[in-house]
């Protein structure tokens, strides 16, 4: 069992959110028990809420039926953790102020454990000077507070006050609870294929679906790292917390976002399909059909694996792709040498099952005075994790 987590749940909009929170919480082993205020239930249901943790929601601080005679006090004593989300000005206001007039604040005076708030309200009673100044006070006696983002709210007006999103809460309370080995440390991945456009409606690609980019930056995510993924254009997407998405097109775009994030990375990761070629014009109207041969000038873009590690510091970890057809392991070796890589991956383009738009891979792995390490076909989950383990133990055995 991964831990006890008590939530309690006040009267915002913001509720409708909260069965996400208890699922993500129970689906990662968590045991979750629950107090609404009655304000809470205008919004959600008991029989959601009871149904996603299996065990009864408590709101009533005199119930007829009650499992101990002071639940308020037993509910603290239980819990590892205490989250309130959505914690609504009201409920904020009452617990700095000590007010225990019902079950959840009742419970919150009693409880000694780590607490947790995810406010969420309208911007003007977020930043409401009174607001402020409870949230100030909570966070300097040692409450966690989960900002609330900037975004649309229920009252239809733009500003901050959303609470944070499941994930972003989950993922804090996890983190909290079970320290993980990456928390501190800072990735960039490149992802995906790039587009170079030929005229305003073409473009030269090639097959990447970003596959292999999306599955490292969830590993790496999971370990708790903060990952930049830089992705060409893909129809994935990513929802982790940790995980902050740039898109971009071309490869000059990619390059001149990855180089503005490398310099502040530990790790970074180029699994993007950059062209290595774009058209040296790009007509600015769609180039009419004739009976002629047409030939497009190219230009090479700029390779971000190797000027990124020609910048590189010490203490960073940087590490490319190498996708072959022939003399696999001579031409990986070069590349790990000639870009100066701390470790390539090697697709084989023979090896049925890997590369391009496939669910799996067939990678091995070369580092700089090291045996290759040769992996056997596995998905591509699988495989970014093998990788993230093999990033992880060098750079453990280098320190
Ligand atoms: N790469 C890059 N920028 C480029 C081209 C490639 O960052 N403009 C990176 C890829 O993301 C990969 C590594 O360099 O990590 C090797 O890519 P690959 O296409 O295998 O090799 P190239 O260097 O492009 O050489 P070639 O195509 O001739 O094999």
Redesign the pocket.
């Known amino acids: 069992m991964q831990g006890h987590i008590l939530v309690g749940i006040t009267g915002g909009i913001a509720a409708y959110k909260t069965p996400s929170l208890l699922r993500l919480f129970v689906k990662a082993g968590y045991e979750v028990r629950t107090i609404a205020t009655e304000h809470a239930l205008q919004f959600v249901t008991p029989l959601t809420i009871e149904t996603l943790t299996n065990n009864k929601l408590h709101t009533d601080l005199f119930a007829a039926v009650a499992e101990r005679h002071t639940e308020h006090i037993s509910l603290a004593q239980w819990a590892d953790v205490m989250v309130v989300a959505p914690a609504t000005a009201n409920c904020i206001g009452k617990l700095n102020a000590g007010i225990a007039d019902d079950m959840l604040t009742t419970t919150l005076l009693a409880l000694n454990k780590p607490l947790f708030l995810a406010p969420a309200m309208n911007e003007n009673m977020y930043t409401h000077f009174s607001t402020q100044k409870n949230l100030q006070q909570l966070q300097a006696n040692g409450v966690h507070v989960i900002e609330p983002t900037e975004g649309f709210l229920a009252c239809q007006s733009e500003g901050k006050g959303r609470m944070a999103e499941p994930e972003t809460i989950f993922q804090q309370i996890d983190n909290f609870l079970h320290p993980k080995e990456g928390m501190g440390i800072k990735a960039v991945i490149?992802a995906g294929p790039t587009y170079e456009p030929i005229d305003s409606v073409r473009f030269i690609g090639n097959h990447s679906s970003g596959k292999m980019g999306y599955c490292l930056a969830e590993v790496l995510a999971r370990k708790g790292v903060e990952v930049e993924l830089v992705s060409g254009p893909s129809h994935l997407s990513c929802n982790h917390p940790n995980i902050r998405l740039h898109k971009v097109e071309t490869?000059a775009e990619?390059?001149e976002a990855t180089a503005a994030l490398a310099p502040t990375a530990d790790i970074a990761i180029?699994?993007?399909?950059?062209?290595?070629y774009r058209p040296a014009h790009i007509a600015d109207h769609k180039i009419k059909k004739s009976e002629q041969h047409l030939q497009i000038d190219l230009e090479p873009?700029?390779?971000?694996?190797?000027t990124?590690c020609a910048q590189k510091k010490e203490g960073q970890f940087f590490?490319?792709?190498?996708?072959?057809t022939d003399h696999e392991e001579e031409?990986a070796r070069h590349?790990l040498e000639s870009?100066k890589?701390d470790m390539?991956v090697l697709?084989s383009l023979q090896d049925a099952g890997a590369g391009f738009n496939t669910p799996t891979n067939k990678v091995s792995i070369l580092r700089p005075n090291s045996e290759i390490l040769h992996l056997p076909l596995l998905s591509k989950e699988e495989t970014a994790e093998r990788i993230v383990d093999t990033i992880f133990e060098t750079i453990n055995k280098k320190r």
């Open positions: 490149t490869a990619m390059f180029m699994a993007a399909a950059v062209a290595d873009t700029q390779d971000i694996l190797k990124l590490v490319g792709f190498a996708l072959e031409n590349k870009k890589a390539i697709n």
